[in-house]
């Protein structure tokens, strides 16, 4: 999923902002879940984009551990960027081995698209709006206007992320797909 939206995702416009089809998307997870074999390549990208980001969704804890919840949303009211990235990178040392390595690709790919925004009108801001939702929830539900409020600060902590991904990640971020 991850190489398919690297390959395709730089170069189609709204990625991860437009749902592929709910039919499709229902049928082809249940194809995965079962382990039947499934060629993405020959489906829409914009389904590809919602499986993974059900998929996302669907990380007991999430990927960035609702039980380091107030620490994550907090990373943002620090001081400078160089504070700011200190702190995300003791965060992410906390996080199971598994979730750092997906963690890693998918802001790979995240960077991939963010560098073709132009084209693509998925600059760093709309990519964190879209998917950052899938990455962190808070370990128990809240009011509405709590939850809207948290929302933002995630998706001004995954923008932060994505635009800084190379030193928060290394800059072999970059070359993570190798020449696909």
């Known amino acids: 999923?991850?190489?398919?939206?690297?390959?395709?995702g730089p170069s189609t416009k709204g990625i991860f902002r437009r749902s592929g089809s709910a039919k499709t998307c229902k049928e082809l997870k249940e194809k995965l879940d079962s382990g039947a074999e499934v060629?993405?390549?020959?489906?829409s990208i914009f389904v590809t984009a919602s499986l993974f980001k059900d998929f996302l969704r669907n990380i007991?804890?999430?990927?960035?551990?609702?039980?380091?919840?107030?620490?994550w949303v907090s990373v943002m009211d620090q001081g400078n960027n160089e504070e700011k990235i200190k702190s995300i990178q003791r965060l992410i040392d906390q996080l199971p081995r598994a979730n750092v390595v997906l963690l890693r690709y998918l802001f790979g790919v995240l960077h991939g698209i963010e560098m073709r925004s132009e084209e693509n009108q998925m600059n760093a801001f709309n990519l964190a709006i879209c998917i950052a939702p899938s990455l962190l929830w808070p370990p128990v539900s809240s009011t509405p206007d709590i939850e809207s409020e948290f929302t933002?600060?995630?998706?001004?902590l995954v923008q932060f992320l994505t635009e800084n991904c190379c030193r928060i990640f290394g800059e072999e971020i970059t070359s993570l797909f190798g020449e696909i």
């Open 60 to 71: 007991p804890g999430s990927i960035l551990s609702s039980q380091l919840c107030d620490k």
């Open 152 to 156: 933002k600060k995630v998706s001004s």
């Open 1 to 8: 999923m991850l190489s398919l939206l690297y390959q395709e």
């Open 39 to 43: 060629d993405l390549a020959c489906e």
